[in-house]
């Protein structure tokens, strides 16, 4: 984990921010990203989501900090671990947010989408399913997928 920040510093930090093409954190997603930074998460990535390009919903991407250990079997379990340990600590944050409010749509959720190496995205659970589905449907659940994403970086700002 990165040292937790205050609102301020993590939204300055969050600004000052882009893309490899030098593109700014989408507008739509930037309070989440900086509300997650605020709380110490590493996040390396992120998309509020787009119709016509890319993914059609928000992820923000977390990552382990670079490993200490130089032996490649302890370095890859110190990133395992860090993995894990970030998500224990979302999961929490995340769990205090869904006994706050009343029930989403499932697929509306948050959740982890997994990668190789710890790596992971928080994004709705339906998300994946979402490109498959008729247009009419994607665009009435990217709203629904930002407002959740919205609603949970509103609820992490109020918990610093």
Excluded: N
Excluded at 12 to 29: F, H, N, S, T, Y
Excluded at 84 to 96: M, P
């Amino acid at each position: 984990m990165m040292s937790p920040k205050t609102w301020e510093d993590a939204v300055q930090e969050v600004e000052g921010l882009a893309d490899r093409l030098g593109k700014p954190i989408d507008p739509l997603i930037r309070p989440v990203v900086s509300a997650l930074r605020a709380h110490g998460f590493p996040t390396t990535g992120s998309c509020q989501g787009h119709l016509s390009r890319g993914h059609p919903y928000p992820w923000i991407e977390i990552t382990p900090p670079q490993p200490t250990a130089t032996d490649p079997r302890a370095a890859q379990e110190e990133v395992r671990r860090s993995g894990i340990l970030l998500r224990a600590h979302l999961t929490t944050f995340l769990e205090g947010f869904y006994s706050t409010r009343p029930a989403s749509r499932h697929s509306t959720r948050l959740g982890f989408h997994f990668f190789p190496f710890g790596l992971f995205r928080l994004q709705s659970v339906g998300a994946e399913i979402l490109p498959y589905e008729r247009t009419e449907i994607r665009r009435a659940r990217i709203t629904e997928y930002r407002a959740e994403a919205a609603s949970f970086g509103q609820y992490l700002r109020a918990e610093l």
